[in-house]
């Protein structure tokens, strides 16, 4: 299954604003509205932060914010905080397979 | 407290066999979609397998190619997974997970803590 690329790291400042890219084509990314995003500390289990490209799961802050454009999917974390340092994975249906391929991985980093 | 929990990892021999297994408590998993995720050490995450609420729709990543089974005892909330013939590339830690809704790349909003597995001689 191929990966969605994602830029292997970023870093913000805190307060500041910050956005991860998820590319892939129009046979998932572009094609459909399944991304999903999580967020993975050291050690831990990933948490969901954000499904079906916009919609955030009941607890996850609304610093957190995603879309779409073309084959091109982002997340935004606005007022960056220590505590967002950490791995981020997209994920998307494809319809070339019944796989789902997940992103790449970025990590975040708080300067 | 919705919370998953994986049992059977372990040390296997390459060419071995693995079950892992996962209950599930604080919700009725036969209504959702589950699947195993894993990631390899210091690696990003590779979805495995998923299985609809009923068990009646199954799902694998190209790379399994009839090595692993994925089932359910949905009268006993749990989710397993057969492994065989494993090879070193498949160490990694397993992840259970259970799907927001009733497709298996809908969002996956409840993580387990995880089961190692080494493939290693």
């Known amino acids: 299954q191929s990966a969605l690329t994602q830029p292997a790291s970023v870093s913000g400042s805190p307060g500041q604003s910050i956005t991860i890219s998820c590319t892939g084509t129009?046979?998932?990314?572009?094609?459909?509205?399944?991304v999903s995003w999580y967020q993975q500390h050291p050690g831990k289990a990933p948490k969901l932060m954000i499904y079906?490209?916009?919609n955030r799961p009941s607890g996850v802050s609304n610093r957190f914010s995603g879309s779409k454009s073309g084959n091109t999917a982002s997340l935004t974390i606005f007022g960056l905080q220590a505590e967002d340092e950490a791995d981020y994975y997209c994920s998307s249906y494809t319809s070339s397979s019944t796989s789902l391929p997940f992103g790449t991985g970025t990590k975040v980093t708080v300067l | 407290e919705v919370q998953l929990l994986e049992s059977g990892g372990g040390l296997v021999q390459p060419g071995g066999s693995l079950r892992l297994s996962c209950v599930a408590s604080?919700?009725?998993?036969?209504?959702?979609?589950m699947s195993w995720v894993r990631q390899a050490p210091g690696k990003g995450l590779e979805w495995v397998s998923g299985?609809?609420?009923?068990?009646?729709?199954?799902y694998y990543a190209d790379f399994v190619k009839g090595r692993f089974t994925i089932s359910r005892d949905t009268s006993k909330n749990t989710l397993f997974l057969q492994m065989y013939s494993l090879r070193a590339e498949d160490t990694a830690v397993y992840y259970c997970?259970?799907?927001?809704?009733?497709?298996?790349?809908?969002?996956?909003?409840?993580w387990g803590q995880g089961t190692t597995v080494i493939v290693s001689s």
């Open positions: 079906d490209v916009n």
């Open positions: 299985i609809s609420g009923s068990g009646g729709s199954i």
């Open positions: 604080g919700f009725t998993s036969s209504s959702y979609v």
């Open positions: 997970t259970k799907s927001v809704g009733g497709y298996y790349y809908y969002g996956m909003d409840v």
């Open positions: 129009s046979s998932d990314v572009g094609g459909y509205n399944y």
